[in-house]
């Protein structure tokens, strides 16, 4: 299964773009940090990671504010078909109220 759930906040953040059909695509950079036990040690995660959305879900990642604390659900997948690089395809967000 390809399910990742990850808690962040945009960063950065491209204009919105449309696909031959039509679709829009909204993109982005998340911000994640945490705390995290590892082989019962204490680890401190600090991540940045490209993000798109589409279609209706672009709406509300366009709307969603900079820098607030936000439960981010999708899937992660190739940026394209030859790339090495992965990127988070956002299907939900919750925004959670921290910032």
């Known amino acids: 299964m390809n399910r990742l759930q990850l808690t962040g906040s945009v960063v950065e ?3 919105v773009r449309y696909t031959p059909a039509g679709v829009p ?3 982005c950079t998340l911000l994640h940090r945490t705390e995290v036990v590892e082989a019962g ?3 401190q ?3 940045t990671m490209p993000a798109v959305a589409a279609g209706e879900t672009s709406g509300r ?3 969603c504010g900079m820098g607030v604390e936000t439960l981010f659900t999708g899937f992660l ?3 394209s078909r030859n790339a090495r ?3 988070f395809h956002i299907t939900e967000l919750q925004d959670i ?3």
């Open 13 to 15: 953040r491209e204009p």
């Open 25 to 27: 695509i909204a993109s």
């Open 41 to 43: 040690i204490k680890r």
């Open 45 to 47: 995660v600090e991540l």
């Open 61 to 63: 990642l366009e709307k």
């Open 77 to 79: 997948a190739k940026k």
């Open 85 to 87: 690089t992965l990127v």
């Open 97 to 99: 109220g921290k910032d």
